[in-house]
T-cell receptor, first 113, second 110 residues
Framework: EPEVTQTPSHQVTQMGQEVILRCVPI?????FYWYRQILGQKVEFLVS????????KSEIFDDQFSVERPDGSNFTLKIRSTKLEDSAMYFC???????????FGPGTRLTVL | DQQVKQNSPSLSVQEGRISILNCDYT??????FLWYKKYPAEGPTFLIS?????DKNEDGRFTVFLNKSAKHLSLHIVPSQPGDSAVYFC?????????FGGGTRLMVKP
């Protein structure tokens, strides 16, 4: 069964460094998403992406964040200058046309020291 | 921001019995609701969904009920199995964005 994959599973970085989290969505899906879950808090929407552009973003998704689909398979989330409060699980999700169901990857745990 | 609220952080049920997980929402713009389950160190896994124009959807052991006037959903699992032990998230969909509840940890005892 096709699934969303994410790499790395765990990323440790120093405050102020740039990180790139990578996702490979399900191959025939057209809509892509990033969510995050800070420890002990709810899963929160960050951004949605369709047709090579951002379609929605939350107030969390400020200028420090960017997304890109550099090729036909990868979808990346970049945080330019990480802060301690960026430590969280980051989940990528994708869905196909004609359905509202989003399928999630296993997540990347980001730890900012 | 409590657009989706799951008031029970945990629920314990005996194997073979019914599990009922409840969820309340406030956002009238939700047009679709989903339930996801999550095991530790994994991403949320889609379980079942319901359109806002329906009041019930069934898939095997899982049934979701929607009471739109009360802004309330429930997920019924019957019979419950030990492998159902996980965190269950009630999720509302509006405008291409999912809004998660806080989750209910279900423990099914053998």
């Amino acid at each position: 069964e096709p699934e969303v994959t994410q790499t790395p599973s765990h990323q440790v970085t120093q405050m102020g460094q740039e990180v790139i989290l990578r996702c490979v969505p399900i191959s025939n899906h057209l809509y892509f998403y990033w969510y995050r879950q800070i420890l002990g808090q709810k899963v929160e929407f960050l951004v949605s992406f369709y047709n090579n552009e951002i379609s929605e973003k939350s107030e969390i998704f400020d200028d420090q964040f960017s997304v890109e689909r550099p090729d036909g398979s990868n979808f990346t989330l970049k945080i330019r200058s990480t802060k301690l409060e960026d430590s969280a699980m980051y989940f990528c999700a994708s869905r196909t046309l004609g359905t509202d169901t989003q399928y999630f990857g296993p997540g990347t745990r980001l730890t900012v020291l | 921001d409590q657009q989706v609220k799951q008031n029970s952080p945990s629920l314990s049920v005996q194997e073979g019995r019914i599990s009922i997980l409840n969820c309340d929402y406030t956002n009238s713009m939700f047009d679709y609701f989903l339930w996801y389950k999550k095991y530790p160190a994994e991403g949320p896994t889609f379980l079942i969904s319901i359109s806002s124009i329906k009041d019930k959807n069934e898939d095997g052991r899982f049934t979701v009920f929607l009471n739109k006037s009360a802004k309330h959903l429930s997920l019924h699992i019957v019979p419950s199995q030990p492998g159902d032990s996980a965190v269950y998230f009630c999720v509302g969909n509006a405008g291409n964005m999912l809004t998660f509840g806080g989750g209910t940890r279900l423990m099914v005892k053998p």
